[in-house]
């Protein structure tokens, strides 16, 4: 049972706008984590989150974790080309149980 | 940061062969590692726990007869995919626990199993 939704779930936009990325649930996680999945690759971690309303910059991507530790968002400043991808976020419970978010993919156009 | 290799990135196989995939974690000891199964275009799904010097758990709906994952020592674990068929063509990925200050996973390179 996928427990985690993303939206939206798939995003093109052009270079140089903004743009936010969900991922909800119903659930309570330890911590949450955002990955981004290029083809033909595995995904690659981008940050954790771990306290109820913490937000974490990653250069132009932003990272907040809802109080309530249920939810979860990404939000990308001036989008680049290179940012194009999967971007999967991962709910963590007790202490390594890793659900994986329904994916939002991600194209950039130059 | 910690690198966990993924071999055959590729393979091609007749219907009722087996294949193995293995799973390497590099520059750490990694007594968890994951198994999962991507479709194109689509999220993760987690096949299997591995655990080294036990029986892997399995997710609900995965055929451990199968699926056969071995974990024999802290830096390996193998996937067989035992008398394939078409069906099981897919993309499959690992990925290594890592413990520290923060939970990490360090996922492999994937391997991309088409069964003719």
């Known amino acids: 049972t996928q427990l985690l939704e993303q939206s939206p779930q798939f995003l093109s936009i052009q270079e140089g706008e903004n743009l936010t990325v969900y991922c909800n649930s119903s659930?309570?996680?330890?911590?949450l984590q955002w990955y981004r999945q290029e083809p033909g690759e595995g995904p690659v971690l981008l940050v954790t989150?771990?306290?109820?309303?913490e937000v974490k910059k990653l250069k132009r991507l932003t990272f907040q974790f809802g109080d309530a530790r249920k939810d979860s968002s990404l939000h990308i400043t001036a989008a680049q080309p290179g940012d194009t991808g999967l971007y999967l976020c991962?709910?963590?419970?007790?202490?390594?149980?890793?659900?994986f978010g329904t994916g939002t993919r991600l194209k950039v156009l130059a | 940061g910690a690198v966990v290799s993924q071999h055959p990135s590729r393979v091609i196989c007749k219907s009722g062969t087996s294949v193995k995939i293995e799973c390497r974690s590099l520059d750490f000891q990694a007594t968890t590692m994951f198994w999962y199964r991507q479709f194109p275009k689509q999220s993760l799904m987690l096949m299997a726990t591995?655990?080294?010097?036990?029986?892997?758990?399995?997710e609900q709906g995965v055929e451990k007869d199968k699926f056969l994952i071995n974990h024999a020592s802290l830096t390996l674990s193998t996937l067989t995919v035992t008398s394939a068929h078409p069906e099981d063509s897919s993309f499959y990925i690992c990925s290594a626990r890592v413990q520290g200050l923060e939970e990490k996973l360090f996922f492999g390179s994937g391997t991309q199993l088409s069964v003719l």
């Open positions: 659930s309570v996680f330890s911590s």
């Open positions: 991962a709910g963590v419970k007790g202490t390594y149980k890793y659900i």
């Open positions: 591995s655990n080294e010097g036990s029986k892997a758990t399995y």
């Open positions: 989150v771990v306290t109820g309303g």
